[in-house]
Each structure stands twice: as structure tokens, then as C-alpha cells.
DNA sequence: TTGTACGCGTTATCAC
DNA sequence: GTGATAACGCGTACAA
């Protein structure tokens, strides 16, 4: 009959390891801390003992103590719909962990599916004590988060560059030279007039590839236009309609902001009658697995999000952790040519000059 | 110079409110907690001053006291390519959230690349604390994580059925009225040979759907096959190339285990100058967004997962608050017929019989 | 209603 | 340099 270990045993705590080791709690944080000021064999012992013990932190009471939540936030604001076809927040997650998990950091997750309940989220976040930093993704313009963010006493990195003041170290992937690489590579297949059917227009990564696309186009003297959608296949599906409606005016190649809406794109112009990229030229975003398993394969752009996730997980934590830190950049963004793309159509002989 | 506000103002404890008050710490944690032995006058006083002082709990002190943490955990484990083009997380996740926030709880996510690690995160999430309980997604054959889950004290609720004993709730969707769907809709429309690509064999969901393709096929006397993948877009496009390879004895439509594969496989028939689905008839599963607005439109089996994710997180808040609960069944799955499935073709007249 | 111990690890102060 | 002691963080719970 062992008294004090009745049914399940009881997790050992630093006083359990402290009193067998016949030391002060203390020195036994000390020790498990690696902090100075502890005799090294006395130190050897207290580890010994603590992993016989089979004892492991606990984050709450750590967290009480330190002030610290050694967990990081990630809040999604986007429609379930239009997340679930997006390749980016898995692929970013996965990056993402790859740094906490090792650092004994956990990534909260929350998603509200509208934007007033998204400053609310981030209050809750920091009045509850959950995490002590925030990933700031899809950046907006004029974002009224950054400020938010700071007055709530967070630390915070930004997923690119916003267009107003921020508190917080930014870490980018420059996508503009895949829209410029994208451009060239069609005005090289002769194309003349290029469509771009862009993200929300408030999505700054979305105005800027869209500025972008026409600085690219002008310097090359091509005919363009841009479309703004939610980034969903639906409305990927309608600017294509709109675009294409018009046999006169239709460019010969579009551009998208993701490949979702691309590969919507292709089926409208397939359904159109239009052959891809015999009458009309593709190129997506992202380029997710299905873009090389599709028919014909989706040209798109590449960027290394997990790559990207762990980049913006490591400047957070080191933000937390109090160093002063420069903003970063990632390898840029690149074109994978595939079949989506081709030559330009010869000109229409049917519209008389 | 207003001595005890230099720079940030400490945020309000307790302790604050109760002095104001004028009452003690525990007075105001019973009128915060709406426990009953308090004067309403003083409830409504001290519920005030709460306010006014903007007062909110901490969880980290609340979690130590309790002995809760006051989230749940979900771990992916799947490769960052799969999960990246899979639609269920996100959907998942979105209606977890829903439950979630209301009732105060976080939800941790840790994303895990390999199968060896898997195990390692759930005790983490358990020794550090961290979560009061986790969603068993993606359950395998003779699941280990079940014992582990319950010998480390977390509560736990699982989607779908286990194929062995389970101390915890299951919240399931019955998927193979959906498979029954598919091939019933097939045979009707004269297909006499038909293969399954199915997911990978040791995931349950997986294999049942199989098993009931087999069955569903049985009873309609038709021929079919299963061939086995990893759900990635990849192997979908091989599974497909095999089957088809072989005129003679191609079937005559394939059912995916989900969309990104049937997308895949429609590609590689037309690649191989199949008309899909006058050649072949091509049914996916999951129903992502993307399904409608492809070329031809995807033939899908759809289930509610955002309602999954609710009911899941329902089930195991109440599991967690010591409810016994019975295993829950949401709506099933059902067919989604689009332009991707039509006529079996008529039998090839150039093999001699 | 109050007072106070408690949960668990951290850290400042002291003593040898 | 080694180590002990005690206060602290914040809310909860129980005896008084």
C-alpha cells in the first residue's frame, strides 16, 4: 500500500524532484534552467533525478510566473470556402511548426469568418494571456491591426511589407518578380494584350502584384487590364467569363492571383470553346500540387511557403525574445512554365482593319 | 506624476477589483463566476468595477488553479503537400472554431511531418499541459493513439469509428452512403466496370470506403478494382495511367477518395485522348469549391465538414466538462452529380469476341 | 463574506 | 561559487 500514490499517480513536480535530490525548489529550477550557480555534479544529479521522476514542465505554471505564454497566434480571416482551396495556410503552418515545436512553442489557431469579429479575436488573444506574439498575414491597406496589435502589448511579424508605419519586423517573399517574370514570359510568346484577374483590391500582396503587372506590362508596351475578385474559383470564373466575352477584345493570356481561380479560368475558357493555350494563355499562383496534374499543366508562380512559415516563426520568436530585429527577405518568387501558356494566337483575320 | 502608472499601466488582477470594491479576492472571483452566495447589490458592484477597470481573466492563472488549460489540440499529421491541397482542415477547423471561441477555448495546432513524431507531440501537448483534450482525426487501422491519448489523461474525441476499443466519444459521418451513391449512379448510368483510387489502406476512412465499393459493386454484379494511394495528386495521376493503360480492360468510370486525385485523373485521360466523361466517367470526393467550376464539372460526394468540426468540438467540450456521452452521427454523406459522370460507352465493337 | 492556503515554477534576497 | 528561503504571478476553493 503505497499511500501517497493511490490510483493514478500524481505528476512529479520541481518539489517532488527538489526533495528527493534533497534540494531547494530553487536550485532545482536553476538547475533544469541551465542557469549558473550550480555545482555541476549537484546539477547532474537534479537532471538525473528529474528524468527518473519522469518530470516535464508545466507550461501553465511557467506561464504564471513568467508572464510568458510561450505560444504564438495565428488568426485566419477568411471564408471557409475560399481558406479551404487555399494551399498557402497549411503549407505556412507546417513551417511554422517546424520552428515552435523545437522551442517549446505552441501555434494557436483561430479563424472568424468576418472582419469585425478579427480585432476582437486578437484582444481576446492578448486579455486572455494566450500567446505572446501574432503572425499578421494578408496584410491590408492603411491595416488597422498594426496598431491595434501594439497597443494590445503584443509582439507581431508581418508577412511582407504594409504601406503605413509598423512597430514590427516584416518578413517578406517579393512575389513582384514572378508577376514581372510571368509578363515577360508571355509578351516573349508574343502576346499583345494580357489580362490580370487579381485578388481583393484591399489585400495589399493583391494591389501590389496588380500594380506590378501593369508597370510590367507598360515597360513591355502591353495592352492590359485587371479584374478584382475575392480569390474565390467563382469569381475567378466570372472575370474569365467577362474577359473572354467579347471576341474583339479579349486578351490572349490571363493572368491569376492564385491557381484556384486559374484552373476555373481554364474550364471557362474550355467551355467557351477557346483551346488553352492554342487560343488563350493561363498562368496561376501558388503553383500547388494539382497545377503539374491538371491538363494542360498550369504554368504558375512558386514561392516556398513553408520556407516562408518557418522564416516568420523564427524572426517572431527572436522579436519576443527581445532582440532588435531587421526586416527579412526570402528567396523571391519564380515562374514554373508549364503547358497553360503558349504562343500568342496569330492575329484575327476575321475583324477587317 | 501619478506614482503607480509609470509608462504601461499593469493590467487589473483580482486583487484590483476587489479592493476597489472593497471586498475580498474571493468575493469577486464568486460575482465574476456568477456563483451563487453572493449579495446581488455586490455582485453587480463588484461585476462594475470589474468592468470598469477592464478586468479579464487570465487564463494562465486560471488554468493553474483549475487545473485546466481551456483549449483542445488537434495534430496534423500528413505530408505538407497532401495537407496543402486537402480541403478538410480548414473547413474542419473553421466550424471547431465556431464552438470554440464562444465558450472560451483556444485551439492548439501542431502540424507534424512524420509518423515518429506524432506520438511525441501528443505527450507534449499532455506533459506541458497545454491542452485539455484533442480531435482524433484520420483514424488507422488498430489506431494506437488511442491508449497513448487515454494513458496520458486527455480527453479525446474521435472522428468516425474506431476499428478497436475507444474510451472516447466518436462524431461521425457516414461516408458510405455517399460510395453507395457513386457506384449506384454509375451502374445506372451503364457502367459494368468500375475501379476505386482509394486513399492510403491504413487510414479506416479509407479502407471502409473501399470496402464498401467493393460491396456496393457486388451487389450491382459489376466489376471493379481498388488501387491503393497516399491521396496525393501524384499518385492519383499514376493510379489512373495504370488503369487505363490497358483499352481492353480499362474500367469504364473510377471513383476518387478525393478531389485533387479525380482532378488529376481527369487530366491524365484526356492527356491519353479519353473524352472524360464519354470515355470515362470520373467521380471525385470532398466536394471543394473548386469541383463546380472545373471543365468538365466534377461529379463529388459532399459532407458538411464545417459541421463536423462543430459537432466535434461540442462533443468534446462536453466530454472534458465529465458528460457521458453517446456516439454522435451527423447527416451523410451524399453524391454531388455533375458533368464528370455520364454513359458508360457503348462496348468496344474492334475486340473480337 | 473573509482570510488564506494552494497550484507550480521563477527569481530576488541572503547566508555560508 | 553554492545553496536556502521566501515572495510572486493570479485566480480558485475551503475553513472559519
Not at 510571368?182 to 510568346?189: E, F, G, K, M
Not at 484577374?197 to 515597360?219: I, K, N, T
Amino acid at each position: 500500500m503505497d499511500e501517497s500514490h493511490v490510483g493514478r499517480t500524481r505528476r512529479p513536480t520541481i518539489a517532488d524532484v527538489a526533495q528527493r535530490a534533497g534540494v531547494s525548489k530553487g536550485l532545482v529550477s536553476f538547475a533544469l534552467n541551465d542557469r549558473p550557480g550550480v555545482n555541476v555534479a549537484t546539477r547532474r544529479r537534479i537532471l538525473a533525478i528529474a528524468a527518473e521522476l519522469g518530470w516535464s514542465p508545466d507550461v501553465r505554471a511557467r506561464s504564471l510566473s513568467t508572464n510568458r505564454s510561450f505560444a504564438l497566434g495565428l488568426v485566419l480571416q477568411r471564408d471557409t470556402e475560399i481558406v479551404a482551396g487555399d494551399p498557402f495556410f497549411p503549407a505556412f503552418i507546417a513551417g511554422v511548426e517546424r520552428e515552435l515545436s523545437p522551442a517549446g512553442q505552441a501555434l494557436v489557431l483561430a479563424s472568424v469568418p468576418s472582419h469585425g469579429r478579427e480585432a476582437d479575436t486578437y484582444r481576446k488573444l492578448a486579455s486572455e494571456r494566450r500567446v505572446d506574439g501574432v503572425f499578421l498575414a494578408d496584410l491590408r491597406a492603411g491595416d488597422e491591426r498594426l496598431d491595434l496589435i501594439e497597443s494590445l502589448g503584443l509582439a507581431a511579424v508581418t508577412l511582407g511589407h504594409p504601406d503605413v508605419a509598423s512597430a514590427f519586423p516584416a518578413v517578406s517573399v517579393d512575389d513582384i518578380d514572378g508577376v514581372i517574370a510571368t509578363v515577360d514570359h508571355l509578351a516573349d510568346l508574343g502576346h499583345r494584350s494580357i489580362a490580370h484577374v487579381a485578388g481583393s483590391p484591399e489585400m495589399l500582396h493583391a494591389s501590389r502584384r496588380g500594380a506590378a503587372f501593369e508597370r510590367a506590362c507598360e515597360r513591355r508596351g502591353i495592352a492590359h487590364r485587371v479584374v478584382d475578385t475575392d480569390f474565390s474559383a467563382r469569381q475567378g470564373a466570372e472575370a474569365t467569363r467577362a474577359l473572354i466575352a467579347d471576341a474583339a477584345t479579349r486578351p490572349t493570356a490571363i493572368c491569376y492571383s492564385n491557381d484556384v481561380m486559374a484552373l476555373a479560368g481554364i474550364a471557362v475558357a474550355q467551355r467557351g470553346g477557346l483551346s488553352v493555350p492554342g487560343d488563350l494563355s493561363i498562368a496561376g499562383f501558388d503553383d500547388s500540387e494539382i497545377a503539374r496534374h491538371v491538363y494542360p499543366s498550369l504554368t504558375s508562380v512558386a514561392t516556398d511557403v513553408v520556407e516562408w512559415g518557418a522564416a516568420a516563426a523564427r524572426t517572431l520568436l527572436a522579436a519576443i525574445a527581445g532582440d532588435e530585429l531587421d526586416d527579412s527577405e526570402l528567396a523571391p518568387a519564380h515562374l514554373v512554365v508549364r503547358e497553360s501558356t503558349g504562343a500568342a494566337p496569330a492575329p484575327r483575320r476575321d475583324t477587317p482593319s
